[in-house]
């Protein structure tokens, strides 16, 4: 292909070097950061030469050109742009920057979170452990042993705000540690412990203004307040190593940082952040614990659609509040409903569809969503057809509906699907009965068979439109490739399709489209049309030892032809007097590109004759699912 060409072609469809905030490229995308989204022509964009999917996501605009062509597609774009090239990190940054304020902070929450999961996964796992073997050895409890491993399951929690003050510095570009000091401020042992019961309403006062008032109570399973903390420390830490003489900054900036952030944490920030927290806490146990399970089927319907719009890690504020206020984690059950509903949704579309490509993505998307991660699923599979989409949310509605009457619950968070049932165990601490775990594995098997009976009986393959349609170029019997007596063809190694042995010696134009290719010899002839779809149409076998004889083309390359025009003629008798197989192979020679390429002509066709069907040429959903 002409990269340079293609280059052009995507700098022209996007609006022009003045509409580019950023560029950067990965194995198979082309990823910009747009200006202005409006100027984007993405009709034209999807038909310049080599694009195979055009698709946006987290800010950025990916166009899939694929392994090796997106390399020299990018270089020719940066020459013709003029602008500098950046890595995938600076792209993501310029299209964090570009979001709104409310999709910027839900992204920081992300950010933040994502790092320390692995701490609270393990604590869960051990507390679940532990209980376990409380339940199978009763006197244990009573034993050092009991106190030896409670300590390292509850030490992630207990501590919780230090890890989450290091990774807010982290995130906010300031120093690790004086963050952790931070939160180390938030839960000193000379502040009541929050989790004190009373003792917190006995706490000392330590100065109110009206019905304003600090007491000195700790902020033990808090999280905004500590991210908030954080990001003052930072502010003011990064401000004053600008103006601090260099000689001093080893002395001033962590002083001032640590004293003007603890400050502000626990007079301003921790009193205000701490009780929006608690209402949010409020707001989300009201909501799970609306009469007759409507709570649950409403978490359970909206989770997916959260995931799509990446706002779900807002989620583990909530999960550890319900645990921070020493009980279970209440939601963590509704949103496996939810997850593992999304994965039967996308099982039903493999076993149904007759395309083999959907069932290779279908089918291991499935699986991942059992195991707790859904975007293969969500963004590959369902919303890409939209029904099972809907098929997952109804079955999250029904699990979690389940899962909310049964009060099912876990004892950590970070962790769902089937590996969920490892921090479902009864646990007496958290009031978490014997039946707890069945009830969370029939929550499983309800959101399941909801979900794949709906997508099952609604998700058909998708009728493939005008465009993706090709249609016979000879009159004649058609036939398998594969019954084509050349190995070449035969095997599918030129692309997927199927053979005519014609009856008339005339080719016409499969679809409207664009001579590509035209041999010196004209016993073959290839086009593409507006969709990208490329034919071949090789006429006889080995009839390239004939050097023209007997053929004669009414077309150039870079024609544009109509369907039902003539584009060669040749001698059938006296190519078969010659002794040359006329049987005509007709190919789609860039077949995977495409969920199926299949045949729906047999027997005698006609001009014209409906002869392939090209389906779900795969968009970039399917690829960005990692």
């Not at 997106?70 to 792209?91: H, M, P, Q, W």
């Not at 399951?153 to 705000?161: C, M």
């Not at 649950?296 to 807002?314: D, I, K, Q, R, S």
Request: proline content about 4%; some cysteine.
């Amino acid at each position: 292909m002409d990269y340079k060409a293609s280059a052009q072609g995507v700098l022209e469809a996007i609006g022009g070097r003045d509409n580019i905030v950023s560029a950067a490229h990965c194995a198979t995308r082309l990823r910009l950061v747009i200006a202005d989204n409006g100027k984007i022509n993405k009709e034209k964009l999807e038909n310049v030469d080599g694009v195979k999917g055009v698709f946006e996501a987290s800010g950025q605009l990916q166009i899939i050109f694929g392994t090796g062509t997106v390399n020299k597609v990018y270089d020719e774009f940066i020459a013709l742009a003029g602008i500098e090239g950046g890595s995938k990190e600076d792209v993501k940054k310029a299209a964090a920057s570009r979001q709104n304020i409310f999709l910027r902070l839900i992204k920081t929450l992300g950010d933040v979170f994502v790092p320390i999961l692995p701490a609270i996964v393990a604590s869960g796992l051990l507390m679940g452990i532990l209980e376990g073997l409380t339940n199978a050895i009763p006197g244990m409890k009573d034993s050092n042993w009991y106190t030896f491993f409670h300590l390292m399951s509850s030490a992630a929690l207990t501590f919780l705000p230090i890890l989450i003050a290091v990774s807010s510095a982290r995130v906010f570009g300031g120093n690790l540690f004086l963050g952790a000091v931070v939160g180390m401020i938030m839960i000193h042992p000379d502040l009541v412990n929050a989790w004190s019961g009373e003792a917190v309403n006995e706490a000392p006062v330590l100065f109110s203004i009206g019905a304003y008032s600090v007491r000195l109570v700790g902020y033990q399973g808090h999280v905004i307040p500590v991210i908030i903390s954080v990001w003052v420390m930072c502010f003011i830490e990064k401000k004053l190593h600008k103006v601090i003489p260099e000689i001093l900054d080893l002395f001033v900036v962590p002083l001032a940082s640590v004293l003007a952030a603890g400050a502000v944490a626990l007079l301003v920030v921790g009193p205000i952040f701490g009780q929006l927290e608690t209402w949010v806490l409020d707001g989300a146990s009201w909501l799970i614990s609306v009469p007759f399970g409507i709570g649950g089927f409403l978490v359970g319907a909206a989770y997916a659609p959260t995931v799509v719009a990446g706002v779900h890690h807002m989620y583990n504020i909530i999960e550890q509040g319900f645990l921070s206020n020493g009980g279970a984690n209440i939601w963590m059950p509704i949103a496996t409903a939810a997850n593992v509903a999304q994965g039967a949704a996308a099982l039903a579309v493999a076993l149904k569809s007759k395309s083999k490509k959907v069932k290779a993505m279908a089918v291991p998307a499935a699986l991942s969503a059992y195991l707790g991660i859904t975007e293969p699923a969500i963004f590959g599979v369902n919303v890409r057809y939209r029904k099972p989409f809907i098929a997952g949310m109804i079955g999250g509605a029904v699990g979690g509906l389940y899962a909310a009457l049964m009060h099912v619950g876990a004892s950590a968070y970070g962790v769902t699907g089937v590996f969920g049932i490892l921090i479902t165990v009864p646990n007496s601490e958290l009031g978490l009965g014997v039946w707890n775990i069945i009830n969370y594995i029939i929550t499983i098997l309800i959101a399941s068979a909801a979900a794949f009976a709906v997508s099952f009986f609604w998700y058909k393959d998708e009728t493939p439109c005008e465009k993706d349609k090709v249609y016979s170029p000879l009159r004649g019997k058609a036939m398998p490739l594969s019954e084509v007596k050349d190995s070449t063809f035969a095997s599918g190694v030129l692309g997927q399709g199927f053979a005519i042995l014609p009856e008339v010696g005339k080719v016409v134009a499969p679809f409207n489209g664009k001579i590509t290719t035209l041999f010196e010899t004209k016993h073959a002839i290839g086009l593409t049309n507006e969709a990208g779809i490329e034919v071949l149409i090789h006429v006889g076998l080995n009839t390239v030892a004939l050097e023209g004889k007997h053929f004669t083309a009414l077309v150039k390359e870079g024609d544009s032809v109509q369907r039902g025009q003539t584009l060669l003629t040749f001698d059938l008798k006296a190519i078969a007097a010659e002794g040359y197989d006329v049987t005509t192979p007709v190919v789609v020679t860039n077949a995977d590109d495409y969920a199926a390429v299949d045949c729906i002509c047999s027997g005698k066709v006609g001009f014209g004759d409906e002869a392939l069907a090209v389906r779900e040429k795969e968009q970039a959903a399917a690829e960005a699912t990692a």
